[in-house]
T-cell receptor
Framework: NAGVTQTPKFRVLKTGQSMTLLCAQDMNHEYMYWYRQDPGMGLRLIHYSVGEGTTAKGEVPDGYNVSRLKKQNFLLGLESAAPSQTSVYFCASKNSGSYNEQFFGPGTRLTVL | AQTVTQSQPEMSVQEAETVTLSCTYD???????LFWYKQPPSRQMILVIRQEAYKQQNATENRFSVNFQKAAKSFSLKISDSQLGDTAMYFC?????????FGAGTRLTVKP
């Protein structure tokens, strides 16, 4: 099993450009999450999904959109990138049940110039 | 909203010694979950240990144990017999339903 994978691993954008980050998991998990990690801060939840076709806002959702058309995939979109969105983005997935461990992907480093 | 505070930005410990990382949180909830994650230089987030708030017994995983004080809203991590491979950022996290909040992290260096 590959676990949680993220595409791409690195990306540089210009202000105003758009892009989509792809998260894929092969563990048949119900729940998926997108976080961002900035220097000196812990991970902050952007959006999450509790099942195919569902999405919900997290702590810092502004400037991002998500879609969960297939159970195994969770897409994070930036419609008009801003320098404030320069960050490392992590995807995670887990089975239903609050005690269950979240499994994280390797992260995507995004730079917006 | 829940907040998680890690008051030690950096710590160091000699190999084979014991170190304790602090974490406090603020919540009005009664049932929740607490986690410690490790992030080595590879950037991969790895679960170290977890605790259910309704369980009074402190969780233990091999060399890692926690001191969970619910009334004080404290959740410290003790690493015994520290190893060089324990060098990493350590994040404390609080979770209620799908809302996971992380602390800012403690950078731990294990010295030979």
């Amino acid at each position: 099993n590959a676990g949680v994978t993220q595409t791409p691993k690195f990306r540089v954008l210009k202000t105003g450009q758009s892009m989509t980050l792809l998260c894929a998991q092969d563990m048949n998990h119900e729940y998926m999450y997108w976080y961002r990690q900035d220097p000196g801060m812990g991970l902050r939840l952007i959006h999450y999904s509790v099942g195919e076709g569902t999405t919900a806002k997290g702590e810092v959702p502004d400037g991002y959109n998500v879609s969960r058309l297939k159970k195994q995939n969770f897409l994070l979109g930036l419609e008009s990138a801003a320098p404030s969105q320069t960050s490392v983005y992590f995807c995670a997935s887990k089975n239903s049940g609050s005690y269950n461990e979240q499994f994280f992907g390797p992260g995507t480093r995004l730079t917006v110039l | 909203a829940q907040t998680v505070t890690q008051s030690q930005p950096e710590m160091s410990v000699q190999e084979a010694e014991t170190v304790t990382l602090s974490c406090t949180y603020d919540t009005s909830e009664n049932n929740y979950y607490l986690f410690w994650y490790k992030q080595p230089p590879s950037r991969q987030m790895i679960l170290v240990i977890r605790q259910e708030a309704y369980k009074q017994q402190n969780a233990t995983e091999n060399r890692f144990s926690v001191n969970f004080q619910k009334a004080a809203k404290s959740f410290s991590l003790k690493i015994s017999d520290s190893q060089l491979g324990d060098t990493a950022m350590y994040f404390c996290a609080f979770m209620k339903q799908n809302d996971m909040r992380f602390g800012a992290g403690t950078r731990l260096t294990v010295k030979p």
